[in-house]
C-alpha cells in the first residue's frame, strides 16, 4: 500500500530514533486498512523538537471512495478538543481571574444551588464533578442526559430573551457526589466553555483559537470550517458530504452557526477540528515548559500541574474498568500499565472515532494519528491506538 509521505524536518536517525521502526508502522496500517479495522491513518511523528515522520494511508472517506488519506486531511478531533479547553482554563488561572478551586457557582449561578455548590473548576477538569457521564459509560438503562433536557427546553422554547441552557441541563442532577468517583463527563467540559466564554468576555471558542492556535501558528485547526479546510475534511457519510459541499460552494458559512439555541452552548468539548501535523505543534509547546519557537501558550507551572496525577484513591467504573486508583491530569489522561510503553511523564487524550494525541515530556516524543474505524473495529479497536503507541514508541534508541 502507498504511503503519501508529508513534511518532516529531519530523518528519523537524526534525532536518536529508528527509522525501519516507521517502515514496520507503515506496514501495519496497511493490513489494518486490508483487514477493514481502519479506512485509513493520518500520522505525525515528533523527536526532540523535530518532525520525523508524517504520512498517510488509506481512504480520506467511510464511503468506500477511492480518495486517498493525505498528511494534511483535516478531521474532527472530538474529546481531544479537551485538552486545549484544560490549557485555555489554565491561561486564565494564570492571568489572574480565576483559581483551580473556584465554585463553577460563583461564575454560573445555576450551580450555586444544591447539589451542584460543591463542583469546582478541578472537578470539571478532572471528570470528578459527579455529574451525568457520557452515554455508554456503565451499562445500565438509558438514562435522561442533561443534553435530552436542553433538548426538550429548546423545543417548549418561545423564541423570546436569551435561551437558558443551563437550568434545564441540571435537572438531570448528579449520579454521584462530588468528588467521589471519576467519570468521563464531556458535559463538564462544555461547562468550562461556559466559563471561559464568561470570564474572558468572548466566545471560548474564540478565545481558544485567538490565545491558542493562531499563536501557535496552527493554520488547519479551529471550530469552524473554511471551504479549504472543507476540501480535505475526512468525509464520514452521505449526510457529511452534502454539508461539506455546501462550506466548500460558499452556501454554509461555519462561523455564522445554524440559527438555533445550540449555536449559544460551547464546542468546547469534542468540536475542534484539526491535522496531525498541527497537533504536533500543540504538543511540542507542552515539551518545551509552554512555549514554542517565539510564543508563549502557558507558563512552565502549568504544564507541569496539568502534567501530574491529580486525584488519589478514586475509582474508575467507566466502561467496566473497575480501577480503585485513576490516573488523571488536568484535562489531560495520565493512563500507566501493561498496554502502555511511554514514559511515566506522558500526557495523553483519544479521541472518538478515532484519534491519538501523546506528548512524552520525558522523552521529547509527540505523535498524534487519526485512524477513523471501519467494520472491522465494531465501534472501538484498541489496536490502532494503543498498538500503534507501542509501535511508535519502539523507535526510540
Not at 253 to 272: C, H, Q, Y
Amino acid at each position: 500500500m502507498n504511503v503519501i509521505n508529508g513534511k518532516t524536518d529531519c530523518r528519523p536517525c537524526d534525532t536518536g530514533y529508528d527509522e525501519s521502526r516507521i517502515e514496520m508502522l507503515n506496514r501495519r496500517f496497511g493490513e489494518m486498512i486490508d483487514r477493514k479495522i481502519i479506512h485509513g491513518v493520518s500520522y505525525c511523528i515528533s523527536h526532540k523538537g523535530k518532525v520525523i515522520a508524517h504520512g498517510a494511508l488509506g481512504r480520506n472517506n467511510a464511503m468506500g471512495i477511492d480518495t486517498p488519506m493525505q498528511p494534511d486531511t483535516v478531521f474532527r478531533t472530538a474529546s481531544i478538543t479537551k485538552t486545549f479547553t484544560a490549557s485555555a482554563i489554565m491561561q486564565l488561572i494564570e492571568d489572574g481571574y480565576i483559581r483551580l478551586n473556584t465554585y463553577i457557582g460563583e461564575i454560573i449561578p445555576q450551580f450555586a444551588k444544591k447539589p451542584f455548590d460543591k463542583i469546582t473548576l478541578w472537578h470539571l477538569l478532572t471528570h470528578t464533578s459527579g455529574l451525568y457521564p457520557d452515554g455508554g459509560c456503565f451499562d445500565e438503562p438509558l438514562i435522561k442526559t442533561q443534553w435530552k433536557y436542553i433538548n426538550e427546553a429548546a423545543e417548549k422554547w418561545d423564541g423570546q430573551g436569551e435561551f437558558d441552557w443551563i437550568t434545564p441541563s441540571l435537572a438531570a442532577g448528579l449520579r454521584r457526589p462530588t468528588g467521589t468517583e471519576w467519570m468521563y463527563c464531556s458535559f463538564g467540559f462544555t461547562i468550562l466553555g461556559e466559563v471561559i466564554s464568561r470570564v474572558s468576555g468572548i466566545s471560548s471558542d474564540d478565545y481558544i483559537e485567538e490565545k491558542i492556535i493562531r499563536p501557535l501558528k496552527m493554520n488547519d485547526s479551529g471550530f469552524y470550517l473554511t471551504p479549504d479546510k472543507a476540501r480535505r475534511f475526512f468525509c464520514s457519510g452521505n449526510e457529511a458530504k452534502e454539508h461539506l459541499e455546501k462550506v466548500i460552494s460558499g452556501e454554509i458559512n461555519e462561523r455564522n452557526g445554524r440559527g438555533s439555541v445550540w449555536d449559544k452552548i460551547p464546542n468546547t468539548a469534542g468540536g475542534l477540528h484539526s491535522t496531525v501535523y498541527d497537533l504536533i505543534r500543540f504538543g511540542n509547546a507542552f515539551i518545551n515548559n509552554g512555549r514554542l519557537d517565539d510564543t508563549r501558550i502557558l507558563g512552565r507551572r502549568s504544564v507541569e500541574r496539568m502534567s501530574t496525577v491529580q486525584l488519589k484513591n478514586i475509582p474508575d467504573n467507566c466502561w467496566n474498568a473497575d480501577e480503585p486508583n485513576r490516573l488523571y491530569g488536568i484535562g489531560f489522561d495520565i493512563r500507566h500499565g501493561l498496554s502502555f510503553s511511554y514514559s511515566d511523564r506522558t500526557i495523553m487524550h483519544e479521541g472518538a472515532g478515532g484519534s491519538s494525541f501523546d506528548i512524552d515530556l520525558d522523552e521529547q516524543l509527540a505523535a498524534a494519528w487519526f485512524v477513523p474505524f471501519d467494520e472491522g473495529a465494531n465501534g472501538w479497536s484498541a489496536e490502532p491506538l494503543y498498538n500503534v503507541q507501542n509501535m511508535i514508541w519502539s523507535g526510540l534508541i
